[in-house]
């Protein structure tokens, strides 16, 4: 009999339930001997990466031996001129998921309250959970993020706010107003985590001009990703804009080497080929098209959209219709694990795959 070692694992770790990630092609491949395989399941950039980064990737790898510089110099001063902030005030993260648990880590106390929305991307929970602090949940109505709910919840216990703007998978949002009497409403003591994962989708004039925001609330903590728009979600690179002593107690906690060479050197091309990120915004504007379209011949609602996915109202079958997609070698996502099993997410890929996926639900679906 071996020791049993789970029994020494941390209660909040053995209780939590671990993020679920979208099926890889390698393993669908693998599982059913299909060649051909269409991934539409994590909202990565049907296009893939600018040639410039890959470029500068492949550059990057020859000195893969050595060790990255550990400020990652290069890249925060071209973000900082990006964003028009101090470099002071950017912090690398290997992906957004890490810059998360780092303010996590950096500032929630055993028992302190962290609160998020209802569906809210499935990361903060699990990230709260590490920490040992409670994850709150705000419900939401009508996919929307009620602003008066969440700062009802809010005691000497909570911490740190965390918000998807917009969200994943519900495409929720707060407009400019209502982000300002969220931050002019909470305490300067609780940090909000403002996740903008998806902002270069976003055009509409409502949406929120967060730097400046974060000159007025310095408990704002913006966070943003290589991973969607610009295509590197493989190299894991993210960073946060935050006032400069957030981001040296960020830098405080982080390990030494948050970012890969390869990601530094790819993210800091990919910054630079914003042709490549228009490409991008076109092709899925007009893959959201298709896609809606295709969704109303078929009288099925969906989630109003944000970003570069649809959230689709299968109904009782969604898993068996997931099922069927993956037989047909179409990977989209289940939502089981945000307790929401009638409903699926897809991303939009390149015009032929939003076909393929299309013509195999309606088959399904008229089955
Ligand atoms: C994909 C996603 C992230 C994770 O991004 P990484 O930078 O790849 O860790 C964060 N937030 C939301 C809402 C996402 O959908």
Redesign the pocket.
């Known amino acids: 009999m071996s020791y049993d070692y789970s029994r020494l694992t941390h209660p909040s770790i053995q209780t939590l339930t671990p993020y679920v990630p979208g099926k890889s092609i390698t393993s669908l491949q693998r599982e059913l001997g299909l060649q051909r395989v269409i991934k539409l399941a994590?909202?990565e950039n049907p296009l893939g990466a600018s040639a410039q980064a890959l470029e500068a990737a492949r550059n990057a790898l020859t000195e893969s031996y050595l060790y990255p510089e550990s400020s990652g110099h290069e890249l925060t001063q071209a973000l900082s001129q990006f964003v028009n902030v101090t470099p002071s005030q950017i912090t690398l993260g290997n992906?957004?998921?890490?810059i998360f648990s780092l303010i996590a880590q950096a500032y929630a106390n055993p028992g302190d309250d962290i609160i998020m929305f209802q569906y809210g991307?499935a990361?903060y929970a699990i990230i709260a959970h590490t920490v040992q602090a409670n994850p709150l949940m705000i419900p939401m109505t009508n996919w929307q993020y009620d602003v008066a709910a969440l700062l009802d919840k809010i005691t000497e216990r909570t911490k740190i706010i965390f918000i998807?703007n917009p969200?994943?998978p519900t495409g929720s949002w707060l407009k400019d107003d209502e982000l300002e009497y969220l931050l002019a409403n909470i305490p300067e003591t609780v940090l909000c985590v403002l996740?903008e994962?998806?902002y270069e989708f976003m055009d509409d004039v409502a949406y929120p001009n967060s730097l400046q925001a974060l000159q007025r609330y310095p408990n704002l903590i913006i966070?943003r990703?290589?991973?969607?728009a610009y295509g590197l979600?493989g190299l894991?690179?993210?960073y946060s804009i935050s006032h400069p002593d957030i981001a040296a107690t960020l830098n405080r906690a982080r390990l030494p080497f948050a970012v890969n060479s390869i990601g530094l050197a790819a993210a800091q091309a990919a910054l630079a080929d914003q042709a490549h990120l228009k490409q991008t915004l076109k092709i899925t504007a007009q893959g959201l098209k298709q896609l809606t379209a295709a969704l109303d011949q078929l009288n099925l609602k969906y989630i109003p959209i944000a970003g570069n996915f649809v959230t689709i109202e299968i109904g009782d079958n969604a898993l068996k219709v997931y099922e069927t997609l993956l037989q047909q070698g179409i990977i989209i996502r289940p939502l089981t694990n945000y307790d929401l099993p009638h409903m699926l997410r897809v991303s939009v890929g390149l015009p032929e795959q939003n076909t393929a996926f299309i013509n195999a639900l309606t088959s399904i679906i008229n089955q």
């Open positions: 994590s909202n992906g957004s998921d890490s991307f990361m998807a969200n994943n996740d994962a998806y966070t990703t290589f991973s969607k979600a894991r690179v993210g």
